[in-house]
C-alpha cells in the first residue's frame, strides 16, 4: 500500500501563490506515477498534472496555461505542485494520486491506484 498525503492548501487572493505538497509512503521499491486532481463542489474531479516517475516529463490540464508546475523528489518522496497567478476558479479540493508503473490515460482518475484525502484551496476575488 501507498499512503499519499497533501498539505500546502489555503485561502490566497486572486493573482497569489500556494504550493501543495504530496508526501508518499510505503510500498517501497516501487516506481509510480503521480498526478494531481481536482473536484470543485458539484464538478467533477479535474485532472490538473502529471509527472512521471523520472520527473522528466510532465502534463498538464488544459486549463493551466502555464500557471502551475508540478515536480518531484524521489529520495524524498514528496511531489509539489506550484500554483501561481491563482484565480477564483481555481478554488477546489486538490487531491493526489499515484499510479504504478505508466499509462496513457494520466488523464483519467480511474487509472489512479493510490489517493490522497484532499486539501482546500479558496481563491478569493
Known amino acids: 500500500q501507498l499512503q499519499l498525503v497533501e498539505s500546502g492548501g489555503g485561502l490566497v487572493q486572486a493573482g497569489g501563490s500556494l504550493r501543495l505538497s504530496c508526501a508518499a509512503s510505503?510500498?517501497?521499491?516501487?516506481?509510480?506515477?503521480m498526478g494531481w486532481f481536482r473536484q470543485a463542489p458539484g464538478k467533477e474531479r479535474e485532472f490538473v498534472a502529471h509527472?512521471?516517475?523520472?520527473?522528466?516529463?510532465?502534463y498538464y490540464g488544459n486549463f493551466v496555461k502555464g500557471r502551475f508546475t508540478v515536480s518531484r523528489d524521489n529520495a524524498r518522496n514528496i511531489m509539489w505542485l506550484q500554483m501561481n497567478s491563482l484565480k477564483p476558479e481555481d478554488t477546489a479540493d486538490y487531491y493526489c494520486?499515484?499510479?504504478?508503473?505508466?499509462?496513457?490515460?494520466?488523464?483519467?482518475?480511474?487509472?489512479?491506484?493510490?489517493w490522497g484525502q484532499g486539501t482546500q484551496v479558496t481563491v478569493s476575488s
Open positions: 510505503g510500498r517501497s521499491g516501487s516506481r509510480y506515477a
Open positions: 509527472i512521471q516517475w523520472s520527473g522528466t516529463k510532465t
Open positions: 494520486a499515484a499510479l504504478v508503473g505508466v499509462s496513457d490515460y494520466f488523464s483519467n482518475p480511474d487509472r489512479y491506484d493510490y
